[in-house]
């Protein structure tokens, strides 16, 4: 049997890539208010992980499980993971810091499952989701900030300037696992060409993966999608999605993440001149 692959839900995979390539996705924790509204979000428990990992180790006949879940800057859930590895002997779970969320560990885990179908070990499947990581980027369109703000995931030079981006359509990118602040536009006619011109710029005029993901703003997602297809290179291929659950708590309605996985890592591309 293969090296099993396995992720949480704020990788944010559609069902059918998760029945193809047989991934295993464990549910973050989305807490309620008393009128019934999603209101935060809780990390998996080390024995909720453990418990997990032992399962598709015994599927995989204890070929290897390689963990690949949100940062740690941004949950809980990766020391959880960490210390549930540990239960397990030689290195037969192996958890990877991401420092991402979203679709670039979907991505992440869309390749090592790839890879481990068609027979590959452990070490390789880690090796196929560590180089996907390097060359994506993960950006966030916000139509406001209140809740991110309130999530106090935002990194600490950001939240000083909370007050001052009140009034404007912040982009924010995910640099060392954290949301920092990546521009800031008046309407999101500009935020999205921004988007475009950030996404075109890294990839260097060569394919790429983008995924976007949308929280009730299937309209202006479907707009960014096309303004994308229309410029990326030949080859380059586009989901868009609903977000999942645990992200749209924390990004507000109207929220758009997107993901790109390109294909050079930062050190090795040229901007397009």
Same mark, same amino acid.
Not at 89 to 112: E, Y
């Given at each position: 049997?293969?090296?099993?692959?396995?992720?949480?839900?704020?990788?944010?995979?559609?069902?059918?890539?998760?029945?193809?390539?047989?991934?295993?996705?464990?549910?973050?924790?989305?807490?309620?208010?008393?009128?019934?509204?999603?209101?935060?979000?809780?990390?998996?428990?080390?024995?909720?992980?453990?418990?997990?990992?032992?399962?598709?180790?015994?599927?995989?006949?204890?070929?290897?499980?390689?963990?690949?879940?949100?940062?740690?800057?941004?949950?809980?859930?990766?020391?959880?993971?960490?210390?549930?590895?540990?239960?397990?002997?030689?290195?037969?779970?192996?958890?990877?810091?991401?420092?991402? @969320?979203?679709?670039?560990?979907?991505? &992440?885990?869309?390749?090592? !499952?790839? #890879? *481990?179908?068609?027979?590959? %070990?452990? =070490? +390789?499947?880690?090796?196929?989701?560590?180089?996907?990581?390097?060359?994506?980027?993960?950006?966030?369109?916000?139509?406001?900030?209140?809740?991110?703000?309130?999530?106090?995931?935002?990194?600490?030079?950001?939240?000083?300037?909370?007050?001052?981006?009140?009034?404007?359509?912040?982009?924010?990118?995910?640099?060392?696992?954290?949301?920092?602040?990546?521009?800031?536009?008046?309407?999101?006619?500009?935020?999205?060409?921004?988007? @475009?011109?950030?996404?075109?710029?890294? &990839?260097?005029?060569?394919? !790429?993966? #983008? *995924?976007?993901?949308?929280? %009730?703003? =299937? +309209?202006?997602?479907?707009?960014?999608?096309?303004?994308?297809?229309?410029?990326?290179?030949?080859?380059?291929?586009?989901?868009?999605?609903?977000?999942?659950?645990?992200?749209?708590?924390?990004?507000?309605?109207?929220?758009?993440?997107?993901?790109?996985?390109?294909?050079?890592?930062?050190?090795?591309?040229?901007?397009?001149?």
């Amino acid at each position: 049997m293969p090296v099993r692959i396995i992720t949480d839900s704020s990788a944010d995979l559609p069902e059918e890539v998760i029945e193809e390539l047989d991934i295993t996705v464990v549910d973050l924790h989305v807490m309620r208010d008393e009128e019934g509204h999603d209101s935060s979000t809780s990390g998996l428990s080390s024995l909720e992980l453990t418990a997990a990992y032992a399962r598709q180790l015994e599927r995989g006949g204890d070929e290897g499980v390689l963990a690949l879940h949100l940062s740690k800057e941004l949950s809980s859930t990766w020391s959880a993971a960490v210390q549930a590895a540990a239960v397990f002997p030689d290195d037969l779970v192996r958890v990877v810091d991401t420092g991402s @969320v979203g679709m670039a560990v979907g991505a &992440a885990a869309m390749a090592a !499952a790839k #890879v *481990a179908s068609e027979g590959a %070990d452990l =070490d +390789e499947c880690h090796d196929i989701a560590v180089g996907t990581l390097e060359r994506s980027a993960t950006w966030v369109y916000l139509h406001g900030i209140e809740e991110m703000r309130k999530s106090g995931r935002m990194s600490a030079a950001t939240t000083v300037q909370s007050a001052v981006l009140l009034a404007t359509k912040p982009i924010m990118q995910i640099r060392g696992g954290r949301l920092e602040l990546a521009g800031k536009t008046r309407t999101q006619s500009k935020a999205f060409t921004k988007l @475009v011109e950030l996404v075109i710029e890294r &990839a260097g005029g060569d394919p !790429a993966f #983008v *995924a976007i993901q949308h929280n %009730d703003a =299937d +309209e202006a997602a479907t707009d960014l999608h096309n303004m994308l297809a229309d410029v990326l290179p030949e080859g380059s291929s586009i989901m868009t999605m609903l977000m999942e659950a645990t992200l749209a708590v924390h990004t507000g309605a109207g929220a758009i993440g997107l993901s790109a996985v390109f294909s050079a890592r930062p050190e090795d591309f040229s901007p397009v001149s």
